[in-house]
């Protein structure tokens, strides 16, 4: 029996796309968070930081409420664009986008708070809007902090189970990730190749924290050779 390499491809297509919708959506709205005192800033970020807390499960369930064929947002997708999100593709991606915002917004505003005011208020006596501060100050010195957000939310993508299983289902070679993979393969009997795909995941999250770990403990010791 030949290896079935489609649910590795699926896997870095939802990823990809993910990461994507969450490095997109995160920097500006972790950029407002940091820098802004308003009503209801703790509801609100504690809202975003909820899927770290919940079940996937959970998520997943309230996903479907949302995007079911009678969901608010699903019922409007589909009338007025013909877009299904449930058993698609796109549900996926979805549910891999919700769980790894957290990750890539903590890392983001952390970076952000970390920063030196006085640099962007150097910017903002010289004239400098504040979305030209954001991009040409805020953003850049945020980078470590992006960084590590990104490749922590893809790989979180990567392994994303639970709520992918209950928006976008497990058909074979349409929204069979690998982590679903691995699980109705050792449930079918298929152990060879749940082995496989358990070795490749474990082998790229070692990679991944690794490399996490390798690109903070260089850019500490960048900024501190450049604070000498």
Known sequence: MEFDFIPIIL???VALASVVIVTCSSIPIAGLMAKHKFLGKDVIESLITLPLVLPPSVIGFMLLVLFGKYGPLGSLLEQWFHIRVVF???????????VS??????????AIESIDQNLEQAAR??????????LTITVPLAWNGIIAGFV??????????????????NISGKTQTMPLAIYFDNDAGNLRDASILVIIMTVFSFLVIYGVNR???GSRQSSRKGGV
Not at 105 to 110: F, N
């Open 101 to 110: 915002f957290p990750l890539m917004y903590q890392a983001v505003k952390a």
């Open 11 to 13: 896997s870095l297509k």
């Open 125 to 134: 006596t010289l004239g400098a809007r504040e979305y030209r501060v954001f």
């Open 215 to 217: 690109w903070g403990r």
């Open 88 to 98: 698609t593709l796109a549900g996926a991606v979805i549910a891999a986008a919700v």
């Open 152 to 169: 922590l939310a893809f790989a979180r993508s990567l392994g994303e189970f639970g709520a992918t299983l209950m928006i976008a289902g």
